[in-house]
């Protein structure tokens, strides 16, 4: 539950990803906030107080609530969201907290962006968190719906029509792949992962391996902003995808982070011998 | 024989406590705060009885239809998006789909404010109906979620509530949207905007975050009274017995600073399990502090203490000890 070593990250990651950290803080009424719950050290101690022993009780207090948070986030969002911004109290450059609170904003707003072409046949969400976590992603409503986009009556089925046969036009997806792999280097980490799933979407259907190449890249960007995002799984997921899509793809070890290459080779470990995963799993 | 040997003990024991119990009136007694820093006093439990619950807000309002999202009406990218949610979701996820808008098209917002259409199904039967929801009348969006909150307050499942609204957000009846979102947000649910076209956008949505209080379950949690704490010197305590209980001097761990017999002691503190610190030499005429860092919780359990001299003469005392 405690941050990653610091030494864990490449350097060029650092500031940025610091930055990226304390821009993702809540401002200041997360810091007029930092009130003692009942039963707790009052003034609130952080980490760092230079009483060691409130510094000792702050650590032990906000691993306690780090733990409690952590497994709370679907069933109840909000007290998972006031227990993340309680730990950042106590530990202010907690990076599991700080994206704890992001994930359970209770307000989240998206702006639903239409993408040309047609509608994608999603593939089901696995589970609940997974659905609600994809609720904003861009929209294809085909042709279909160009009576809509005249303004007269639209018909109502968002999955009429197939896929349109068109040449591969790889610009919107390129475009979006570069942006997200930029994002990314620059620790703008949810920025990046909303690029790479505009991509997905702008990336023509097919399985040359053009379209496949790209695929991959995709899924690395999409895995490596899933990583620092905290989202682990989903991460080794997305990289599953990558080797999938390209058995040959590989990432760059000496700028990737240990962290993320830790999920590359754990995905790659599922991609190679899934029976291996499926005991795994079948263990625990 | 026996009775002699008995009554021999008997002086000797007396003997040994005097010699015991003098460090109480040895010297000046010290002052000695004790505090125990703990963390949560059990693990608290959140037990949900059902499982999240998902709340679909499609806003059929005649802004709608005006409004338009990258050259599509925004009715259309509304119908569909909701469609999508919908189609996402587990097969098994409990979905509502309440359809924002006045009975009829041409109503106005006085007409019936909050006026939901709301239907409960599996997500895909409700997928399809999103996609194919009509146009309505005028209505008020914030409205129409205070109804939401009443509903879901009634059947007391607001934390476990997860609503998504979509919507251009394009208030036509002049009521307050950041409200009625605090309203469900403080009570715990959380929302969702999906934005489709619109104006503008109320700041306050986004910097909704439910309040800083600590959630229920850890705030219900009794705290259990400071302490008791037992001074006992050192003396006493290698004869052992009742000369230690003779000795010993009571007092809470309330951190307020009580006056305890100078000398080497044994400080035990009535945790669970309990805890003895010492000997400690509790200085005459200072002040010192035993803090005890208490997490029976974790795993494993920690408990570490530390005692500070805090003054050397100290000017007064905060209370006594009993």
């Not at chain 1, 610091?6 to 060029?12: A, D, E, F, G, R």
């Not at chain 1, 497994?71 to 907690?94: F, G, K, M, Q, Y």
């Not at chain 2, 007694?29 to 499982?51: R, Y």
């Not at chain 2, 009580?258 to 805890?275: H, K, Q, W």
Request: glycine share 8%; aromatic share 4%.
């Amino acid at each position: 539950m405690r941050s990653p070593p610091p030494h864990l990250l490449p350097l060029p990651l650092l500031v940025p990803l610091a930055l990226w950290t304390s821009l993702l803080a809540p401002p200041a009424r997360a810091a007029v906030a930092c009130e003692p719950w009942p039963g707790e050290v009052s003034p609130l101690p952080t980490v760092s107080d230079p009483d060691r022993v409130n510094a000792r009780w702050a650590q032990l207090r906000s691993l306690e609530l780090s733990q409690l948070a952590a497994p709370l986030e679907l069933i109840a969002t909000v007290d998972a969201h006031r227990l993340w911004s309680h730990v950042l109290c106590l530990d202010p450059e907690n990076s599991d907290a700080k994206s704890g609170v992001y994930r359970t904003r209770p307000s989240r707003v998206h702006a639903l962006a239409i993408l040309p072409g047609a509608p994608v046949e999603d593939e089901p969400a696995p589970d609940l968190a997974s659905a609600l976590a994809s609720i904003g992603r861009p929209l294809r409503l085909g042709s279909s719906f160009a009576a809509s986009r005249s303004g007269r009556a639209a018909p109502p089925s968002v999955d009429a029509g197939g896929p349109a046969a068109r040449a591969p036009d790889f610009g919107p997806a390129d475009r979006q792949l570069a942006q997200a792999e930029t994002l990314n280097r620059q620790a703008r980490f949810e920025e990046a992962l909303a690029a790479a799933e505009k991509a997905r979407s702008a990336l023509p259907v097919g399985w040359t391996p053009d379209v496949q190449r790209r695929r991959a890249r995709i899924e690395a960007a999409a895995a490596t902003a899933q990583v620092a995002l905290g989202r682990e799984s989903e991460a080794r997921k997305s990289f599953g995808q990558a080797l999938r899509a390209d058995p040959s793809f590989r990432l760059d070890v000496g700028s990737t982070s240990p962290k993320v290459m830790r999920a590359f080779d754990a995905a790659k470990s599922a991609v190679d011998d899934p029976s291996a995963q499926e005991a795994q799993g079948g263990a625990r | 024989m026996t009775a002699r040997r008995s009554a021999f003990s008997l002086v000797a024991l007396s003997l040994l406590a005097a010699c015991a119990t003098p460090s109480r009136s040895a010297g000046p007694p010290g002052l000695l705060a004790v505090e125990v820093l703990s963390g949560q006093p059990s693990i608290p439990s959140w037990q949900p009885a059902t499982p999240p619950r998902v709340e679909v807000v499609l806003d059929t309002t005649p802004s709608m239809t005006r409004t338009r999202v990258d050259g599509t009406q925004g009715l259309v990218a509304a119908r569909a998006a909701a469609a999508r949610t919908l189609r996402d979701l587990p097969p098994d996820t409990r979905a509502t789909l309440h359809l924002v808008g006045g009975p009829r098209r041409g109503t106005t917002c006085s007409d019936l404010p909050g006026a939901l259409v709301s239907e409960s199904a599996p997500p895909a039967v409700l997928a399809a109906d999103a996609a194919s929801a009509p146009e309505r009348g005028e209505d008020s969006l914030s409205a129409s979620l205070g109804r939401l909150a009443d509903s879901l307050e009634g059947a007391g499942e607001t934390p476990r509530a997860r609503i998504v609204v979509f919507s251009d957000l394009s208030s036509d009846c002049g009521e307050d949207l950041c409200a009625a979102a605090s309203r469900l947000v403080d009570a715990g649910a959380t929302i969702d905007w999906v934005v489709v076209g619109g104006d503008g956008l109320p700041g306050c949505l986004e910097a909704l975050d439910g309040g800083a209080e600590p959630p229920r379950p850890i705030a219900s949690q009794a705290r259990s009274a400071p302490p008791r704490v037992s001074v006992t010197p050192r003396d006493a305590m290698l004869v052992g017995g009742e000369v230690a209980a003779a000795a010993r001097v009571e007092g809470v761990g309330d951190g307020v600073a009580a006056p305890y017999p100078s000398g080497l002691a044994f400080v035990g503190i009535d945790l669970s399990p309990p805890l003895t610190v010492g000997p400690v030499a509790i200085a005459p005429d200072a002040r010192q502090r035993l803090r005890v860092v208490d997490f029976q919780n974790a795993s494993p359990p920690v408990r570490e203490w530390q005692i500070d001299l805090e003054s050397a003469a100290p000017a007064t005392q905060d209370a006594p000890a009993q």
